[in-house]
């Protein structure tokens, strides 16, 4: 009898067994194959536009992922440096060989936590509530509540031209029977895929034709740990290069031959849009003469370059003639095909803000089984899963992130609110609170609720605590300490304007030209970087900031009006129609959810409030 059953060991279902078992309770992850745990099947990376500063939230919150990485770093790089703090992001190239290990390390060193190897058939349940899981062996497993962390696994087919086969990612097994068995238990079932690039073997490239990628020469860290286990000056190179108009005249020659584009006449399952194969690029992006690939290392202990850019469906034959009309890979080998994949998924709407299942009382879903994209996104949800699953065993109130507190929390209502047609993947875009929402303060947002639910330990948020302190501190000091006209002169090297009368640093901060530690020699402390980066960019962006902020209290307002849980819509007659639908599959807990729901007006939106204030 366990506590919690994670079923998948992916990225989500590392995170949601470690917070569960974290949390204290007894908990055991289901795996089709442990070698398989924290695996990469597509991109050798972690992070990138907006995934990073996920990944820092998931670290300050007393996820695993961020320290993993940390401990797996081939380059690492602050993406839009040149750009505003809202969309920097940390973005790495991991080993893909020891960032598994280390994972699977953490986790047979974890207690309360168990691994077997084995595929979960169908949930058990009991009045509509988990009881457990059926192997396929037979073999029964009780448990209080289960996550599904199951991948592209379910109902898996590989797709490379006119062929599909039964497999998962790597020719694994997938799962045959579960999917089956949920949409038996009333669960909308959707199918989507994606694709991968193919491997080239390194020593088979001629690098003379690329453009050198390296990672930044400052030290980096997903995790607020700081923690740094890699040398600056041995980062692996990367690479760009770009397509040719050779490359587009075999794809366009060859369309047909795609499994997506008439290889295969069943194909059902929808693409991700922000990920798209070669042949989409090609086909949508008629106007672009050409596109860029990044060649990106997978591991210091082989050979293995992977093809950003270039996933595919084409038959073999096709992608040796697409690989060498390359730059620098005229004369490459090709060491591992790609190929789509096609997988089953559930209707996200399905769930509730906890990723509870509204269907089955303590049944959580979290990752690409909810129609995500991405290790990040799924990592995210897998965190969120276990700690709810354990607060609910707790009897208590689960964890809700707001859209304006983290991107976990605008992922997750996207999710519930507005469901999915393609695989989903976070965008900077997607949040509209996005200064607020930065990779520099992950750990000032989130790392309380890190600390209420158990995840953060004691050392740690004294450390958290002693930070948010020397911030006050120095900001204080920004703000009580002024110069005068006295130091024009200085301030004339800075190429700023004179005073005509005295002014606080940090006023004098708020100018572009200005840079922070131009200020620090009129200090009566000496801070660290970290701190002062906090003081810079709340002065330099305080009324935007302060803009966000009456627009999140607007946003609260909305999301204080709840809505009971099984209102009547149809007692609504001024309704229309498309919202009415909307918002009885949607099911909304407050106004503001209903007022993000697609279809739903803002005069449908006066009349439900009207309506309930009534």
Do not use: W
């Not at 077997?116 to 448990?143: P, Y």
């Not at 469906?313 to 005229?330: N, R």
């Not at 209502?413 to 469901?419: F, M, R, S």
């Not at 209420?452 to 703000?479: A, H, P, Q, T």
């Amino acid at each position: 009898m366990y506590d919690i059953i994670v079923v998948g060991g992916g990225h989500a279902g590392c995170e949601a067994a470690l917070a569960s078992a974290r949390c204290g309770h007894k908990t055991l992850l289901v795996t089709g194959n442990i070698s398989n745990i924290a695996d990469m099947p597509c991109n050798p990376s972690i992070g990138g536009s907006a995934k990073g500063i996920v990944v820092r939230e998931i670290d300050a919150l007393g996820g695993e992922m961020g320290k993993c990485a940390d401990k797996s770093l081939l380059q690492i790089k602050m993406l839009n440096r040149a750009k505003g703090p809202a969309v920097r992001s940390l973005r790495a190239q991991a080993d893909k060989i020891t960032y598994p290990k280390n994972m699977l390390k953490t986790l047979k060193n974890t207690e309360n936590l168990n691994i077997q190897e084995a595929f979960v058939k169908d949930i058990l349940t009991k009045d509509s509530k988990v009881s457990g899981v059926l192997l396929e062996d037979g073999t029964e497993i009780n448990s209080r509540a289960v996550i599904l962390t199951t991948g592209t696994y379910l109902n898996a087919d590989i797709m490379v031209g006119s062929t599909r086969h039964r497999e998962g990612p790597h020719g694994e097994k997938p799962s045959n029977y579960l999917s089956d068995n949920l949409a038996k238990k009333g669960f909308i079932i959707k199918r989507l895929k994606t694709g991968t690039p193919p491997r080239i073997q390194k020593s088979s490239i001629d690098f003379s034709k690329a453009k050198v990628e390296f990672g930044d020469s400052e030290e980096l860290t997903f995790s607020f740990d700081n923690k740094v286990f890699y040398d600056v000056k041995k980062q692996v190179p990367c690479h760009l290069i770009y397509t040719t108009p050779k490359t587009h005249e075999i794809i366009l020659n060859n369309l047909n031959k795609s499994s997506m584009y008439g290889g295969l006449d069943d194909i059902k399952g929808v693409g991700p849009r922000y990920c798209p194969s070669i042949e989409d690029k090609i086909v949508r992006f008629k106007d672009k003469e050409r596109h860029q690939l990044f060649l990106e290392p997978e591991s210091l202990f082989y050979d293995d370059i992977y093809l950003q850019g270039f996933s595919t469906s084409m038959p073999l034959d096709v992608q040796e003639e697409m690989v060498h009309s390359l730059p620098g890979l005229e004369k490459a080998k090709i060491l591992k095909y790609a190929y789509a994949i096609e997988y089953d998924a559930i209707d996200s709407r399905q769930l509730k803000f906890s990723l509870e299942t509204k269907i089955i009382e303590n049944l959580y879903t979290a990752g690409q089984i909810n129609g995500t994209s991405g290790y990040e996104e799924a990592a995210c949800q897998g965190l969120i899963a276990g700690i709810n699953a354990s607060l609910k065993l707790e009897g208590k109130e689960p964890l809700i992130l707001k859209r304006s507190e983290a991107y976990i929390g605008v992922l997750i209502d996207d999710l519930i609110t507005k469901g999915i047609r393609d695989p989903y993947r976070l965008l900077t875009s997607r949040a509209e609170y996005r200064l607020l929402l930065r990779s520099d303060n992950a750990d000032l947002r989130l790392t309380d609720y890190g600390y209420k639910v158990g995840l953060i330990s004691e050392e740690r948020y004294n450390r958290f605590n002693n930070k948010k302190m020397l911030i006050e501190k120095c900001m204080d000091e920004f703000k009580t300490i002024r110069i005068t006209p006295k130091e024009n002169e200085y301030l004339t090297t800075l190429n700023t304007e004179s005073l005509s009368a005295g002014v606080s640093l940090y006023d004098l901060l708020k100018r572009p030209e200005i840079e922070v530690t131009n200020l620090t020699k009129y200090l009566n402390n000496e801070y660290d970087k970290e701190i002062l980066e906090q003081i810079s960019l709340e002065a330099k962006y305080e009324g935007y900031i302060k803009k966000s902020m009456v627009e999140v209290k607007k946003m609260e307002k909305a999301e204080n009006t709840r809505i009971p849980e099984n209102f009547d819509y149809d007692a609504l007659h001024n309704l229309a129609s498309e919202a009415k639908q909307k918002l009885k599959e949607v099911r909304p807990d407050t106004i503001g959810q209903a007022q993000r729901i697609s279809g739903v007006n803002p005069a449908d939106i006066s009349i439900l409030t009207m309506y309930l204030k009534g």
